[in-house]
């Protein structure tokens, strides 16, 4: 069974960081490409960033691209996300995904 757990979400000043984690299990984490997306309040899900299997490739969404860096150490089974310049737009439940599933999302705030 795939399980996904987000930690690391918080509140924040605009113009602060933080580091989401995703430990993953019950799957062979070093062979798939993972994701990150987020869902603001009455909004859809958006996708943001993604990191193939073997860190060489990175993707981002326009809105988060030069302030978010995806991550993962394949040794520790663990998907992260660093965000930086946090804007009061980036206020979301932030989610990893993988091969179709999510876990349950940590809330981010970024507010004065």
């Known amino acids: 069974e795939v399980q996904l757990v987000e930690s690391g979400g918080g509140l924040v000043q605009p113009g602060g960081s933080l580091r989401l984690s995703c430990a993953a299990s019950?799957?062979?984490?070093?062979?798939?490409?993972v994701s990150w997306a987020r869902q603001a309040p009455g909004k859809g899900l958006e996708w943001i960033s993604a990191?193939?299997?073997?860190?060489?490739?990175?993707d981002y969404a326009d809105s988060v691209k030069g302030r978010f860096t995806i991550s993962r150490d394949n040794a520790k089974n663990t998907l992260y996300l660093q965000m930086n310049s946090l804007k009061p737009d980036d206020t979301a439940v932030y989610y990893c995904?993988?091969?179709?599933?999510r876990g349950q999302g940590t809330q981010v705030t970024v507010s004065s």
């Open positions: 019950g799957f062979i984490f070093s062979s798939y490409a």
């Open positions: 995904a993988v091969a179709g599933q």
């Open positions: 990191i193939n299997s073997d860190s060489s490739r990175t």
